[in-house]
């Protein structure tokens, strides 16, 4: 018999990541803010916050998880949209 493999399957849903763009130009800017203002943690993500998920779920630690969509959202799909 040849060996079974196992592949785990994960989306990561990140919500707003600060990427250096400036928002502050935009014509939705203060869309935007109004956003980041309902977000429980009142901010956007730092790179390394998304990037830090990803690298775990590469780790033998998160082999159990499997099928997942995982919201890096600061809170607000808890809140509702």
Same mark, same amino acid.
């Given at each position: 018999?040849?060996?079974?493999w196992?592949?785990?399957? %994960?989306?990561v849903a990140p919500?707003?990541?600060?990427t @250096?763009?400036?928002?502050e130009? !935009?014509?939705h800017?203060? !869309?935007?803010?109004?956003?980041? @203002?309902r977000?429980?943690?009142?901010?956007?993500?730092?790179p390394n916050?998304v990037s830090?998920l990803?690298?775990?779920? +590469?780790?033998?630690?998160?082999? %159990?998880?499997?099928?997942?969509?995982?919201?890096?959202? @600061? @809170?607000?799909s808890? +809140?509702?949209?």
């Open positions: 018999m040849g060996k079974r196992h592949s785990n399957e %994960y989306c919500w707003a990541v600060n @250096g763009v400036k928002v130009n !935009d014509d800017s203060n !869309d935007f803010r109004r956003l980041i @203002g977000t429980p943690i009142r901010r956007v993500a730092q916050e830090s990803v690298t775990f779920l +590469c780790l033998p630690a998160a082999s %159990y998880i499997n099928g997942q969509v995982v919201s890096v959202d @600061g @809170g607000f808890v +809140c509702g949209f």
